[in-house]
């Protein structure tokens, strides 16, 4: 049995290991860096922006006419230094990140002046956030006849959840903070199971029902009322790779659906020349990887089917899978 | 560079458009009313019930002859004044939402005495939901070869998690207090991906193993020992419409689905006239939207398969994803 | 209405038929048992791995070339008291459940031995792992053209995050601690959606894309550099069950996924005999229940594409969905 000073020594050894490991290999690891976005404090924006998407909902309670404003300038001046900490941590990230190895980090305060003009910028947007968030409750009241009110929808839809996220995130995305879109719609995509790219481009009235196993990709479009089920992808094919073997990034590779189209559950549709035409239905579990034209319908071929006989359930069962 | 004044007067301007849509469109904002259920009193409601329902699990640790009764009698009288206070906030929310706009909401007290009724049911009802839950445990070690005792399974399985909060929540929904019971079953959908509906109906002995993607509509049926796999929908088809163009709701639009039947993996199955005959077995990514009889096996077709030259990998890759 | 006289009654009744059920059916209660592992506890140490594995990105910031050692060390002397709590609690766990009903709990410390020398030889497996955990990584960014760089990649890709617990919860279940492990591997999957259990073997350079609904089996074994994307289910066929009617468990069930090997979104591959060649490409929405060889490229037939007529929408629907 190992003594104290065996394991004493054993520790020692692991620890040298370790260190050898960080600096025989530098990648995935963070040291003598000093800049990092703070995934607590961007969900604690993104706490402060959805009690302005929803007022009275998710954060203070008692709210009326006679509070309202007075809540509401309090909310943006809470998150107006929050964003602008966070968005100078993320652009000084950047510019930290793309600098050769052995220069110093950016020095304190070189990014703030942008950082204060992005977050009056995201700031600005919220009204039509707000505008666009209404219309997708409203859809998913429409298209969901389990729903009862408004308000059931906005506590408890997790795909209503999820493009709320992914609508805050985009305005970031789209005014070049990308790294904290991302961890938000990632905060999401743990809550939900539903996976949208800030980077995607989504028209209004978009309802996701019951949202798990969704995937929306980084350069998909989609137009007005289009309507998801659960564990639908919208994603890319093969991807290009450049002379030296590494995938392009950047060009569209994920698809088109346009407007007043419905994809039902499990469906994939993939690539970015495929193009679900206006008012088109794409049925459960269907595989598509090309375009269709508007108001097309799209479904599995029937499966087959076969019925056990009265007294061979184990053996159809064996037959069944075994083959 | 913006000013802090130009600041100031961009905040100022944002906090004018918030007012003005909150005030122009009255969806999604929550002003001036008294009652709701708090979300995190619920989730303390449903962690104190699973300690019922798993003694020595989830709760307090040490519990043996001696103490059991004494802490079984102290979690019910803890249990029984939030139950009360959120099941009340239900039943006056309900009747403030269904007022005229500016009807003064219903007076403090109104809803007590039927909130209290309605929680000692709820707790009487408690004894049957802990014997229906202890056969949803063996059926899922029986079911599942990867399982090693019973304890494993109520520690670390989200199918036997989501079930019970099912259990629970449709007891609440049956009582009349459907808001309650969906906040449950969306804390569970959250934590395991499995989304079944407090209105469901489901028998004794059921088991959902690996849970991720799995979705049980409101007015879906299921007999007794019923297996799912994660990804399975029991779905709605399309919605009939009213004249006035609004979906009707609360018929039955999702199947029914016969005691001792395996559903596999993303098998969809879905509409209201729809019965999965006893004893039948849906293959994985079936979609299935007829009645098959008792004792059906309903496979996929054969997928295509292609082998690709020894030197033609690449070529292949692009011939497979792109045509 | 009940009186407060009557409440107390009728939940004295239900005290004492809960009390009479636990007594009744001793199955799902933990009563007069001394040892079962935290489950907090186990999160913690899984915390604490993790910042080890990723130094700088998930715990302590601030890491510098002058610091690194000492905080490594220091990390590695506050998790060892740890694990060995808790893979004391497992081992003492596991031979409290198989003694007889009667027998009294294995005294304090007598597993203390053995679980020291675990945990050391698990700490001693940490820089091995590590080094699997950056080729992870680096699979990841080489795979997907969304990735900017490979901190985006460590911060927010749930897939790096189920891999990485995976590795961790793999280790601990080699060692013959397969509860911490299966609690490991269930957090992951209540944040990921991706179900990886603790006893599948992966080889290296493993990327899993999106990662939610993803299922894969205890006997599953997996080459080098294979790719899945979101909905994956390397699972299980139906069980043999013994002479009793009992299920067999232990036996391979699942897969064998050779090197080089993509198997595309919600792709279903089962049985423990089924292998897929390497170099292979499994198409979304595939069932596979049978061998492919080597450079196999396996997709679903097309599906059937109708068009409605331009002044037929709500009838199209119809005929769709209802026949």
């Known amino acids: 049995m190992a003594t104290g000073e065996d394991r004493a ?4 050894e692991t620890v040298a290991r370790l260190m050898r490991g960080y600096q025989d ?3 995935a690891i963070r040291v003598s860096k000093r800049y990092l976005p703070s995934r607590e404090a961007i969900v604690e924006i993104l706490m402060a922006t959805l009690d302005l998407m929803y007022p009275g909902y998710f954060g203070r309670r008692g709210l009326d006419q006679a509070n309202l404003e007075a809540h509401v300038a309090g909310q943006i001046e809470r998150l107006a230094p929050m964003l602008e900490r ?3 941590q993320c652009l000084c ?3 930290e990140h793309d600098a050769a190895a052995d220069a110093p980090a950016p020095p304190e305060g070189e990014c703030a002046p942008r950082a204060r003009r992005l977050a009056e910028a995201f700031l600005a947007r919220l009204p039509e956030i707000r505008a666009l968030l209404v219309g997708d409750v409203q859809a998913a009241y429409d298209g969901d006849p389990a729903a009862t009110n408004l308000d059931e929808i906005i506590l ?8 709320s996220v992914y609508r805050i995130a985009h305005a970031l995305h ?3 903070v990308p790294m904290i879109a991302r961890i938000m719609t990632e905060w999401a995509h743990a809550r939900t199971g539903c996976d949208i790219h800030p980077g995607a481009s989504i028209g209004p009235e978009f309802f996701i029902d019951h949202a798990t196993g969704v995937v929306i990709g980084e350069t998909t479009e ?3 009322r289009v309507k998801l089920y659960q564990g639908v992808t ?3 094919l093969s991807f290009p790779k450049d002379a030296s073997g590494q995938i392009i990034r950047g060009r569209k590779r994920h698809p088109t659906v346009e407007s007043d189209s419905t994809l039902y559950a499990n469906a994939t549709v993939l690539g970015g020349r495929t193009v679900v035409g206006a008012g088109s239905v794409i049925g459960g579990s269907v595989f598509l990887a090309h375009s269709v034209p508007a108001r097309s319908r799209v479904s599995l071929k029937e499966p087959e089917l076969r019925v056990a006989p009265r007294d061979g359930l184990e053996t159809a069962d064996a037959v069944f899978f075994d083959i």
């Open 234 to 236: 919208l994603g890319a």
């Open 222 to 224: 989609i137009g007005a």
């Open 174 to 176: 789209t005014l070049g």
């Open 86 to 88: 966070e968005i100078e």
């Open 9 to 12: 020594t054993g520790r020692a």
């Open 93 to 95: 990230y950047g510019r």
């Open 156 to 163: 408890a839809y997790p795909g209503v959840l999820a493009v």
């Open 25 to 27: 290999d530098t990648r």
